[in-house]
């Protein structure tokens, strides 16, 4: 694909046949902030400096870090791989002093599938759902593209998923009552993993969260064209992302769904579901066509479809009214996602 081609064809319209939507004017002061290395996009050849970038600025906290004076018990856990990977390092939190089973969330962290890592997210899972919902997190350290390609970093988020699903005893968790959530990358994999959870017969989880999940790696929708160079993660940086992931598979028409869940056919017997894109953002219509398509194989699926917010608007701008508008919506489906037991069977899982 010619990431720059945007030539007209049936499946995919060009930039110029719409505008972009405006941006929300809390969040337009963000962007306008932002420097040049900022709103650079991600390329194949400038990818290995902006990994070697985020690697050395990206938050790395500690385990004592994160225990924050005692409030949170924390722990490394490395448990078996997938067969013939590598063993799998899990990061578990949850509040101290409690010690009956609580129910989990098990997060899977953004960056495209090339960047991040389990730790830099914990700070705000903690601090916003952790203590308010009573519940524990693990966070995943899957390994990343193009290092690592598919189905690496799925398998290692599989294998986390049955491990932790065995030994909730020993942690402490609910088996009944497990999450899966992440953002952008993290929420396509959150997707994918219910699925494979599903088709293999593993752990079923009652809920999927899915923030403003990667899930196409077709990357021709007309949110993606009209917010080409405009989003901070635009059509180029996400072809830039896939091409890493998929390697030689790229584009291939026999991509499985657990690569891509928008490639997905089958989209029955999945746990009920909390999809959250922004009307600016180039991942926009992938998320909304994923929700259509839950609702129409007979299943839940919750969609907020946030006004003028770009991709990763809340991080961005913490305290914008609709970054705290998306979180308070988030707590409340979680909420209530946790508070039903039976949610699988009302899921028709």
């Known amino acids: 694909m010619d990431l720059a081609d945007d030539t007209p064809s049936e499946t995919g319209p060009v930039a110029t046949a719409w505008g972009a939507p405006p941006f929300d004017p809390e969040l337009a002061a963000v962007l306008a902030e932002l420097g040049d290395e900022d709103r650079e996009p991600f390329t194949p050849e400038n990818l290995a400096d902006r990994q070697a970038r985020d690697t050395a600025v990206r938050p790395r906290p500690t385990v004592r870090d994160l225990e924050a004076d005692g409030r949170f018990a924390v722990a490394e856990l490395r448990v078996p791989g997938p067969p ?41 899972l903690l601090r916003e759902w952790t203590g308010s919902l009573e519940l524990a997190v693990v966070s ?56 494979l959870a599903r088709d293999r017969g593993g752990p079923a989880p009652v809920g999927q969260l899915l923030l403003c999940p990667m899930l196409d790696d077709r990357n021709d929708t007309v949110s993606s064209h009209q917010l080409a160079g405009i989003d901070t993660w635009d059509r180029t940086s996400n072809a830039t992302a896939w091409q890493a992931l998929l390697g030689d598979r790229y584009g291939a028409t026999d991509l499985p769904p657990y690569a891509a869940p928008a490639r997905a ?6 746990p009920p579901a909390y999809l959250e894109v922004g009307s600016a953002e180039t991942l926009r219509d992938e ?10 194989a007979g299943g839940q699926a919750e969609l907020h479809v946030w006004p003028g917010a ?28 946790l508070a039903q037991p039976d949610a699988r069977r009302g899921s028709a899982c």
């Not at 998320?287 to 129409?296: D, K, N």
Request: aromatic content about 8%; charged content about 20%.
């Open 140 to 195: 995943v350290e899957y390994r990343l593209a193009p290092q690592a390609r598919y189905p690496a970093a799925v398998e290692d988020c599989y294998a986390g998923l049955v491990w932790v699903a065995a030994h909730a005893a020993e942690l402490a968790v609910d088996a009944d009552r497990i999450v899966v959530a992440g953002k952008s990358a993290g929420g396509g994999l959150a997707a994918a993993l219910a699925l």
């Open 84 to 124: 013939g990977g590598p063993d799998v390092t899990l990061v578990s939190a949850r509040p101290a002093g409690i010690a009956e089973p609580l129910p989990l969330l098990f997060y899977l962290h953004g960056g495209g599938m090339i960047m991040g890592n389990a730790w830099s997210v914990l700070p705000r």
């Open 265 to 270: 056919t089958d989209l029955s017997r999945l």
């Open 287 to 296: 998320g909304v066509a994923y929700a259509q398509a839950i609702w129409q």
């Open 310 to 337: 770009f991709h990763g608007f809340d991080t961005a701008a913490p305290h914008a009214a609709l970054s705290r508008d998306a979180r308070e919506a988030r707590t409340r489906w979680l909420r209530r996602v």
